[in-house]
């Protein structure tokens, strides 16, 4: 195995992936650490900051390369301090994927430390695939099968932590709901990403990995309000994110008067009652928490710069986001995966948005880099603009490089060369002339990214053929 080299996004004393801003180098130090099973530096980087135990690039975390080593005591501490998987962004590289990762490995001492912390998190049982392949049949005679032949599944939950109830809010089934609540499924228990049934349904009760259901046409309820007032008569907790999300005020003060800062900070899922009633529309809730000092550009789940501008953008909720932006709202913010603020509201709204998207303009919202051309992009870089700054430049501007913007790039940004070399943007390159400048210039196609593979091995995994190859071509 190669030696890996620290991400030039980790090189900073303030980074951040997740929720928390921490050292990057201690972070990658630990990465480090978890990889060669180095106790000693893991127990010391943990006692310096816990938090570290998080820390997340490309939504793995240390504990990702413990597991893949086989690092059976470093995997034990990391679990004893409070590494969770269930944060990775989208629960992309969750639970569920690092169980099969040691599975898969052979590292059967590791794959009962993980069952074990599984089970002890939110019940995990692996035949509760059983109830849940039931529960989304649809098949009420199924359901009820199970349910007798296997009366112990029904508090468990899946390797992502979904219990049946959880199950009963994503397929939107009313009437199970009261059925397995009665029959003692734990109402308000957590799965791996942090969302309790009620939590899930006011964030539309929709899951990353099931897609069945989204359609506005699909034949299940589309009000997924009916799904929160239903859980809260069953006896849901009632928090702060859920009285936020529906525009309850009352109970909202009464809650900052006992505890402010649990309506101001972040709930279980990591995520903003005020980002909650952004989405939702309510602006007199926005500007209550406003008031009372809420941060909109707080870091939240899949948001290091804030998610409640974002959410109402993408509901094009004009009011609500004049109310963030006077506040000091990142005009630019958005959310992993899923656009910025000024390009979700046209995304969702066509048209309609001009007036919202005018609005962010004037507080210096840019177009971002992934929406540009080629010319827009030179543009860019000849005016050294803010945009140059966007996490997703480099990755734009190597789709559309010619030899111009190649050397515009050079010339404007001196950890070029490393950040190509340590990352997998240049396999966006497909003219081998440009590949070849780039080493006649100082790339190392020796050198190694984050996970240890050089240049060659990230071209190839890529399915871009072997970089000898590449070149070769060009040579030719």
Same mark, same amino acid.
């Given at each position: 195995m190669?030696?890996?080299?620290q ?6 004393k303030?980074?951040i ?5 921490l ?11 978890a ?7 893991v ?7 816990r938090r570290?135990?998080?820390? !997340? ?29 269930? !944060?990775s962004r989208?629960?992309y ?9 040691a ?25 509760f695939?059983c ?6 049949s649809r ?5 009820q099968?199970?349910?007798?032949? !296997? ?10 932590g979904?219990n049946?109830?959880h ?16 029959a ?14 009620i939590?899930l349904?006011?964030s ?20 997924t ?8 008569g ?5 928090t ?23 309506v ?17 529309g ?6 209550l928490?406003l ?5 909109p ?16 953008c ?23 995966s ?12 066509g048209d309609?948005?001009?007036?919202? !998207?005018e609005?962010?303009?004037s507080?210096g ?5 992934y929406?540009?051309d080629?010319?827009?992009?030179k543009?860019a ?6 945009v140059?700054?966007?996490?997703e430049f ?11 913007m ?8 001196n ?7 340590t990352?997998?943007?240049?396999t966006?390159i497909?003219?081998?002339a440009?590949?070849?400048?780039l080493?006649?210039?100082g ?18 995994e890529?399915?871009?053929?072997t970089l000898?190859q590449?070149?070769t071509?060009f040579?030719?």
């Open positions: 190669n030696t890996p080299t991400p030039f996004e980790m090189k900073t303030a980074y992936y997740g929720v928390d801003i050292d990057g180098d201690d972070a990658w130090a630990l990465f480090d650490a990889a060669k099973g180095d106790v000693a530096s127990l010391s980087l943990l006692k310096k900051d570290l135990v998080n820390a !997340q690039y490309w939504y793995q975390f240390p504990i990702h390369r413990a597991v893949e080593a086989g690092h059976v005591e470093v995997v034990r501490i990391l679990l004893e301090h409070g590494a969770d998987p269930g !944060q989208y629960t590289d969750s639970w569920h994927k690092l169980l099969l990762n599975q898969q490995l052979a590292h059967r001492e590791i794959e009962l430390l993980l069952r074990s912390s599984m089970e002890q998190r939110f019940h995990y049982h692996p035949d695939e109830i849940k392949n039931a529960i989304i098949d009420a005679t199924a359901i099968q199970v349910l007798e032949q !296997q009366p112990h599944l029904i508090t468990t939950s899946d390797a992502l979904n049946a109830i199950w009963c809010v994503i397929t939107r089934q009313l009437e199970w709901l009261q059925r397995f609540a009665s003692g499924t734990p109402l308000d228990a957590l799965r791996a990403d942090g969302h309790s049934p939590l349904a006011t539309g009760a929709t899951d990353y990995w099931f897609r069945e259901g989204r359609s506005r046409s699909h034949p299940t309820l589309r009000n309000s009916v799904l929160v007032g239903y859980l809260l069953l006896g849901a907790k009632y702060a994110s859920v009285a936020a999300s529906i525009g309850d005020q009352e109970r909202l003060e009464q809650w900052i008067k006992m505890d402010r800062g649990s101001l900070g972040l709930d279980t899922a990591r995520v903003s009652p005020l980002s909650r009633a952004a989405a939702a309510y602006a007199h809730i926005v500007k928490l008031d009372q000092g809420a941060n550009n707080l870091p939240e789940e899949c948001a290091p710069e804030g998610r409640a501008l974002w959410e109402a993408s509901a094009n909720h004009i009011e609500v986001a004049k109310l963030l932006l006077e506040k000091g709202a990142n005009p630019n913010a958005g959310v992993d899923c656009e910025c603020c000024l390009t979700i509201a046209e995304v969702y709204h309609q948005a001009k007036p919202l !998207q609005l962010l303009r507080y919202a840019y177009w971002p880099p929406r540009m080629k010319e827009q992009l543009q870089i000849r005016d050294n603009s803010p140059v700054r966007h996490d480099l990755r734009s501007t190597m789709q559309h490089c010619d030899t111009e190649l050397d515009l790039l050079l010339n404007l940004d950890s070029l060369l490393e950040r190509l070399a990352g997998d943007e240049v966006q497909k003219d081998p440009l590949l070849q400048i080493i006649e210039r790339l190392d196609p020796t050198m190694c990214n984050y996970r240890g593979q050089t240049l060659a091995e990230v071209f190839q890529n399915g871009n053929g000898e590449v070149l071509g040579r030719q």
